[in-house]
C-alpha cells in the first residue's frame, strides 16, 4: 500500500529537501568574475572603469561627462593619461579622436582633427635641398634654388626662408603634385642688402597621405649684372589650426592607391 503522508511534520520534512536541493544547484554556477560567453553591454550613458589599488584610473569606457564616447587608458603609477579615443580628458569637440600623451600631458602622436586622412603629430619635416645656383649670379632667367620631394604626412605645410639681391630681382614658389603646378605665390625683391622674409602657410590640396609632393623655390634677377640669393630656414607640415586650414580631398583613386602602397606586405614588418 502506498505511503501517504498524513500529518505536518512529514510535510516540512519534504519541503526541507527540496531546499536542500535548490540550494546545492545553485552553487554549481560559473564562478561571477569569469564572463565564458556572451556579451557585456554598458549603456545609457554609463561608464566601465577600472582603477589601481591606489585610486588611480588605468582603464576607462562609456559616455564621458563631456557627452562624449570614449576609452581611455592611464598610467597606474600617477594616474596621468596615456591614450585617448574621444574627449575623456580634455572635452576639446574634436569627437573621437586617438591621442598619445607624454606624463607631462602633452600630446604627441594624433590623428587631425579636422583633416580626417591626415596625421596630426607628430609634426614632420618637409626636406628641401639646395642646387648650384641657390646663389645665383647675373642669370635673368628662372632657376631652381631649392627643391624637395617627398610623402605627404600632415595636413598643413609650412615654409620659412629669405631672399637678397643687389640689383633686384623675384622669387616664387610652387607646389607640384602629380603632373599639376601650383603657384603658391611670387614675389619682387628690391636691390639692396636687405634680406626679405616670406613665410608660406599651405594646405597640402588634393594630397592623400603617403603621396609625393614637390615644393619648388626659384628666382632671377632683374638684370644681367645682379646677383640673388634664397635662404630656406623651416619646411614642415603640421596639423590644422580650424576647419579653414583643412586641404582639398584628394580624388578617391589616389586615395586608394596611397593606402594600398603604405600597408605592410608582412605582418612582421
Not at 569569469?34 to 549603456?43: A, H, N, S
Not at 595636413?155 to 603658391?184: D, H, N, P, Q, W
Amino acid at each position: 500500500m502506498a505511503y501517504v503522508p498524513q500529518d505536518l511534520l512529514d510535510r516540512v520534512a519534504a519541503l526541507e529537501r527540496e531546499v536542500r536541493t535548490l540550494r546545492g544547484r545553485a552553487q554549481m554556477r560559473p564562478a561571477l568574475n569569469e564572463i565564458l560567453g556572451g556579451d557585456v553591454r554598458t549603456g545609457e550613458g554609463g561608464r566601465l572603469i577600472c582603477e589601481a589599488p591606489g585610486g588611480n584610473r588605468v582603464f576607462m569606457t562609456g559616455q564621458t561627462p563631456e557627452g562624449d564616447w570614449a576609452v581611455g587608458l592611464g598610467r597606474s603609477t600617477d594616474g596621468t593619461v596615456a591614450l585617448t579615443v574621444g574627449d575623456e580628458y580634455n572635452g576639446s569637440g574634436a569627437g573621437q579622436m586617438i591621442r598619445t600623451w607624454s606624463r607631462s600631458g602633452e600630446v604627441i602622436m594624433m590623428d587631425d582633427a579636422h583633416c580626417d586622412w591626415m596625421l596630426g603629430r607628430p609634426w614632420l619635416p618637409f626636406p628641401l635641398y639646395p642646387t648650384a645656383i641657390q646663389g645665383y649670379e647675373g642669370g635673368t632667367a628662372w632657376g631652381y634654388a631649392w627643391v624637395g620631394r617627398g610623402p605627404a604626412q600632415n595636413a598643413v605645410l609650412v615654409l620659412r626662408f629669405s631672399t637678397i639681391s643687389s640689383t633686384g630681382g623675384e622669387v616664387r614658389v610652387s607646389y607640384v603634385r602629380g603632373s599639376k603646378t601650383r603657384v603658391l605665390g611670387t614675389w619682387t625683391i628690391p636691390g639692396g642688402s636687405t634680406w626679405v622674409d616670406r613665410t608660406i602657410v599651405q594646405p597640402l590640396d588634393e594630397a592623400a597621405r603617403g603621396e609625393e609632393v614637390s615644393i619648388q623655390i626659384e628666382h632671377r634677377n632683374s638684370a644681367s649684372g645682379g646677383a640673388i640669393e634664397t635662404r630656406v630656414f623651416a619646411c614642415y607640415t603640421r596639423n590644422t589650426f580650424d576647419a579653414g586650414e583643412v586641404p582639398t580631398a584628394p580624388p578617391a583613386a589616389v586615395t586608394t592607391e596611397a593606402a594600398a602602397d603604405t600597408t605592410p606586405t608582412n605582418r612582421e614588418a
